[in-house]
């Protein structure tokens, strides 16, 4: 009569499963009196498990995160061709406007603008360059605008003199550098006056890096100009 005589191997995590073994257990469950036989190999992942040979690991235009780049590197995949994150700059306008943490002085308010759409636009994952508070004259407006004309930004975004005050001339500005109006103020409160256009002969947003678009949002009260770009 022939005796069976059976062994216990310490397979390592991360190890090749052995092909003649026919259980695989945690250490825990070694030992223990169970009423019904445990899956046979629960612990195994097989080839292809979580991801069959042929499919798509990722789509065009999907932005790659922690969990994608894992998955290209566990298929070998190194590098992938991406776009740039968008790049923006970011102004404020008005003489009321003041920077913390000094405190305001009288008739001035702090810019919170700014710093709401720093962070928004940030978090959708653009590179922004936030380049102060332009005082309310067409002079000034107009020397910021040409400098950033000059760089390599994809889009400027500007809060505040946008609407139809003595003081509201960002559109003009815009128009007198050779802007094409993209479209105006729209309607939700707070933050209707609104302005966009595009610098450059192109139309297209994302492959010209010789065309701006850019646009204006409100800055009369604190959550205006984020109401503005989260509703765009």
């Known amino acids: 009569m022939a005796e069976r005589v059976e062994e216990i191997l310490r397979i390592l995590l991360g190890a090749t499963d052995p092909v003649d073994v026919e259980w695989v257990l945690s250490p825990g469950a070694v030992g223990r009196v169970v009423a019904q036989s445990p899956p046979r190999k629960p612990h195994v992942v097989q080839p292809d498990e979580e991801l069959q040979e042929g499919s798509q690991v990722l789509h065009a235009g999907a932005v790659v995160g922690p969990g994608a780049v ?13 776009y740039r994150r968008p790049r923006v700059v970011l102004f404020s306008t008005g003489d ?8 305001p002085a009288p008739g001035k308010v702090f810019n919170t603008n700014a710093s709401a759409l720093v962070a928004e ?3 959708l994952g653009c590179e922004v360059e936030y380049r102060g508070i332009l005082p309310d004259r067409p002079e000034s407006l107009r020397a910021a605008f040409r400098e ?9 975004l500007t809060t505040g003199a946008v609407s139809v005050g003595c003081y509201d001339r960002v559109p003009q500005v815009w128009l007198e550098l050779g802007a094409q109006k993209v479209a105006g103020r ?12 595009r610098v450059g002969r192109r139309c297209s947003w994302s492959k010209s ?11 009369s009260r604190p959550d205006a100009g984020s109401v503005s770009t989260w509703s765009s």
């Open 70 to 82: 894992a998955a290209l590197v566990a298929r070998g995949v190194p590098e992938i061709p991406v």
């Open 96 to 103: 009321e406007l003041s920077e913390p943490p000094a405190e």
């Open 121 to 123: 636009i940030s978090r």
């Open 148 to 156: 950033v004309l000059s760089g390599s930004c994809d889009v400027v």
């Open 186 to 197: 729209v309607d939700i409160r707070p933050g209707g006056p609104f302005f966009a256009a």
């Open 209 to 219: 890096p010789r065309t701006v678009p850019w646009s204006c949002a409100p800055g």
